[in-house]
Protein backbone atom coordinates (compact mmCIF):
# COMPACT_ATOMS: atom_id res chain seq x y z
CA UNK A 1 0.00 0.00 0.00
CA UNK A 2 1.32 3.22 -1.03
CA UNK A 3 1.43 5.86 1.62
CA UNK A 4 2.52 9.65 0.61
CA UNK A 5 3.03 12.32 4.36
CA UNK A 6 3.60 15.72 3.63
CA UNK A 7 4.84 17.97 6.33
CA UNK A 8 6.55 21.55 6.38
CA UNK A 9 3.34 24.03 5.48
CA UNK A 10 2.65 27.24 7.40
CA UNK A 11 2.07 30.37 7.59
CA UNK A 12 4.59 33.21 5.81
CA UNK A 13 4.48 36.30 4.51
CA UNK A 14 4.47 37.25 1.05
CA UNK A 15 8.12 37.33 -0.70
CA UNK A 16 9.23 34.42 1.97
CA UNK A 17 10.26 30.76 1.55
CA UNK A 18 8.90 27.94 2.59
CA UNK A 19 9.52 24.34 2.00
CA UNK A 20 6.98 21.41 1.58
CA UNK A 21 8.36 17.43 1.57
CA UNK A 22 6.54 14.56 0.28
CA UNK A 23 7.77 11.08 2.12
CA UNK A 24 6.49 7.64 0.22
CA UNK A 25 6.20 3.96 1.48
CA UNK A 26 5.17 1.16 0.46
CA UNK A 27 6.72 0.41 -3.02
CA UNK A 28 9.72 0.96 -4.93
CA UNK A 29 9.10 4.40 -6.88
CA UNK A 30 11.83 4.89 -9.41
CA UNK A 31 9.11 4.48 -12.08
CA UNK A 32 6.54 7.01 -10.38
CA UNK A 33 5.98 10.33 -11.63
CA UNK A 34 5.77 12.37 -8.35
CA UNK A 35 3.64 15.60 -8.28
CA UNK A 36 2.61 18.50 -6.13
CA UNK A 37 -1.01 19.80 -6.74
CA UNK A 38 -2.88 22.48 -4.46
CA UNK A 39 -6.32 23.67 -4.20
CA UNK A 40 -7.12 27.09 -3.23
CA UNK A 41 -10.14 28.51 -1.34
CA UNK A 42 -13.22 28.56 -3.99
CA UNK A 43 -11.22 27.07 -6.52
CA UNK A 44 -10.07 23.80 -8.34
CA UNK A 45 -7.42 21.66 -7.45
CA UNK A 46 -4.36 22.22 -9.77
CA UNK A 47 -0.89 21.15 -10.36
CA UNK A 48 1.69 23.04 -9.28
CA UNK A 49 5.14 20.74 -10.17
CA UNK A 50 5.57 17.09 -11.49
CA UNK A 51 9.31 15.08 -11.67
CA UNK A 52 9.85 11.71 -12.74
CA UNK A 53 11.59 9.55 -10.13
CA UNK A 54 14.06 7.88 -12.55
CA UNK A 55 15.44 10.78 -15.53
CA UNK A 56 14.41 13.79 -12.50
CA UNK A 57 12.89 15.48 -15.86
CA UNK A 58 10.24 18.48 -14.16
CA UNK A 59 7.27 20.31 -15.12
CA UNK A 60 5.96 23.44 -13.96
CA UNK A 61 2.99 25.35 -13.77
CA UNK A 62 3.36 28.86 -14.97
CA UNK A 63 2.31 30.33 -12.31
CA UNK A 64 4.95 29.01 -10.46
CA UNK A 65 7.80 28.49 -13.14
CA UNK A 66 11.11 30.32 -11.53
CA UNK A 67 9.72 30.82 -8.28
CA UNK A 68 9.47 27.23 -7.37
CA UNK A 69 11.75 24.17 -7.25
CA UNK A 70 10.65 20.13 -6.87
CA UNK A 71 12.89 17.86 -6.49
CA UNK A 72 13.82 14.42 -4.93
CA UNK A 73 16.08 12.23 -2.78
CA UNK A 74 16.23 8.99 -3.97
CA UNK A 75 17.56 7.57 -0.65
CA UNK A 76 14.91 9.14 1.57
CA UNK A 77 12.35 8.68 -0.57
CA UNK A 78 11.20 11.92 -0.71
CA UNK A 79 10.35 14.91 -2.69
CA UNK A 80 10.57 18.01 -1.45
CA UNK A 81 8.78 21.13 -3.09
CA UNK A 82 10.95 24.83 -2.62
CA UNK A 83 8.76 28.06 -2.91
CA UNK A 84 10.33 30.85 -3.04
CA UNK A 85 9.14 34.62 -3.62
CA UNK A 86 5.70 33.63 -1.91
CA UNK A 87 2.64 35.56 -3.14
CA UNK A 88 -0.74 35.75 -1.65
CA UNK A 89 -2.32 33.63 -4.58
CA UNK A 90 -0.01 30.94 -3.37
CA UNK A 91 -2.42 30.19 -0.27
CA UNK A 92 -3.63 27.02 -0.40
CA UNK A 93 -3.35 23.06 0.50
CA UNK A 94 -0.77 21.42 -1.05
CA UNK A 95 -1.16 17.99 -1.96
CA UNK A 96 1.51 15.22 -2.77
CA UNK A 97 0.45 12.39 -5.05
CA UNK A 98 2.34 9.64 -6.92
CA UNK A 99 1.38 7.84 -10.43
CA UNK A 100 2.30 4.72 -11.51
CA UNK A 101 1.47 3.97 -14.83
CA UNK A 102 1.52 6.98 -16.99
CA UNK A 103 4.56 8.32 -19.34
CA UNK A 104 5.87 11.96 -18.73
CA UNK A 105 5.33 14.22 -16.86
CA UNK A 106 1.33 13.78 -16.03
CA UNK A 107 -0.62 17.01 -14.92
CA UNK A 108 -3.97 15.94 -14.39
CA UNK A 109 -5.15 14.92 -10.88
CA UNK A 110 -7.60 11.86 -12.26
CA UNK A 111 -3.89 10.30 -13.82
CA UNK A 112 -2.80 9.98 -9.88
CA UNK A 113 -3.68 7.15 -7.98
CA UNK A 114 -1.94 8.09 -4.52
CA UNK A 115 -2.44 11.10 -2.65
CA UNK A 116 -1.19 12.51 0.52
CA UNK A 117 -3.50 14.26 3.56
CA UNK A 118 -2.54 17.49 2.47
CA UNK A 119 -0.46 20.51 4.06
CA UNK A 120 -1.56 24.23 4.22
CA UNK A 121 0.97 26.93 3.18
CA UNK A 122 -1.00 30.15 3.69
CA UNK A 123 0.91 33.93 2.69
CA UNK A 124 -0.48 37.23 4.58
CA UNK A 125 0.26 39.99 2.40
Known amino acids: QVQLVESGGGLVQAGDSLSVSCTASGRTFSTYAMAWFRRAPGKEREVVAV????????YYADSVKGRFTISRDNAKNTVYLQMNSLEPEDTAVYYC??????????????????WGQGTQVTVSS
Open 97 to 114: AADEYASGTPIHSYEYAY
Open 51 to 58: IRWSTGRT
